[in-house]
């Protein structure tokens, strides 16, 4: 990689950064103004929403986005590129309109018709904007999507300003301010493109997706397995030992935030670049890169949990009254340590559309992790439980390396695990968008 690639990618990953960044200072920032404000009841509504949100998030990834990213990147044509953007691009408008309409339903059962319909309305637009973005990366389209996140940004903290400032029935308020930010951060990015958006669902464009149905299916497998394997401490701590114990985990993790962050700008910015580095054979140039950052954001995330655990104790919180809040530091940096260091492979096995795999390694990780917290949760105190966290994705770090090298060099052609990404059926491309 030359020094021109570097300070290429290195502008491309600070846009990103910075967008990703910005959203979820806003998050953050909104959720801690509404819980001294909102009724226990409304704000156990909201925290909801933000959580299936989040949930409904990795699947628009999983079945439009990601798979966007990776044929816009291995695509040969412009026409190819469009073909793919029109195929996903509906895809994730049906899907978002779909999640909309059930969220308001699920709503209905604690808020009011208002606040369903416009938890509902933010849910589905926030799912639509977050594609729009992969795809806009994958097309090389960075400060467009920069700046529908300063749009985003500044429109949802006015409003939801606004909102607190003037009361009222401020879940239905701030539900409408996050629908309105995301309307706004879609429209810019489609004026600032100058190219419509464009969505069919005419029989050419069921046939496409009935060709990558296989692989897609997989797909939707392998985020289902990741949500249990990387969210199941969360769930068994909850539901063993009470929300009272699992909120000084939770305080804990929320600090370790900013390393989702890196690593997702890192996730949008590699995997079309490295798909199409796999599409015309650059094996070579491939691990060297998947090395290559593997050691940036080790090092990145080694460094930051070093200075977030020796900062921990020096934080006051009720909710760390009378838990091992070094421990669990402990414990979370070397979770977050890991995960930084499987994020390339992990990006390259997706590349590869090796979801089948990717759902296997994840099955394995999550059984065994449910298991390990299971048990520490009877035997031990509950920071221990993060001990089986810890374990998992220890599993998912050493299994994607292995599959990855062995793909990239040719090895265990035969292997359930490691057939190399050029015998796999997904491989017939989408050449124009009358095909």
Known sequence: MTQTDVNRIARRLVLMIGGEAMQSCFHFA??????????????????????????????????????????????????????????????????????????????????????????????????????????????????IVGFSDLIFTLSGAGLAGVALWAGGD????????????????????LALSRRPFRISYGPKMRRRYARLWRQLSWSGVSVTTTNLQGQGIALLVTAIAGPAAYAPIAAVLTLFVPLRVAATALVNLMQPELASLLAQSEDERVWRQVKIWAAIMGTGG?????????????????????????????????????????????????????????????TVAAIISIACITLLLFLAPVAWALAGAAISEIIVLAASWIVVRRRLHGMSEGSSLAFTHRQQPEAAPLTSPGS
């Open 30 to 143: 909104l959720g801690i103004a509404l819980i001294h404000v909102l009724s226990a009841h409304d704000y156990g509504v909201f925290a909801i929403v933000m959580v299936i949100g989040g949930v409904g998030l990795t699947y628009i990834r999983s079945l439009t986005a990601m798979p966007a990213s990776i044929w816009i990147g291995q695509s040969q044509s412009r026409a190819g590129a469009d073909a793919y953007e029109v195929t996903f691009g509906s895809g994730a408008t049906l899907l978002s309109a779909l999640m909309a309409v059930a969220i308001a339903l699920v709503l209905r059962f604690w808020a009011d018709r208002g606040a369903a319909i416009a938890g509902g309305c933010f849910i589905g637009l926030w799912s639509l904007r977050s594609h729009l973005r992969t795809t806009f990366f994958a097309r090389g389209r960075q400060r």
């Open 170 to 189: 401020l879940l239905l308020e701030v539900f409408f301010a996050l629908t309105v930010a995301n309307t706004l951060g879609i429209a810019a990015m």
């Open 302 to 362: 080694f460094a930051y949990g070093a200075a977030m655990t020796t900062l921990l104790p020096m934080i006051k919180s009720q909710a760390f009254e009378g838990t091992p809040v070094h421990l669990i530091g402990i414990f979370a940096w070397a979770i977050h340590s890991v995960t930084m260091l499987y994020v390339m492979p992990r990006i390259v096995l997706e590349a590869m559309t090796a979801f089948r795999t990717v759902a296997l390694i994840t």
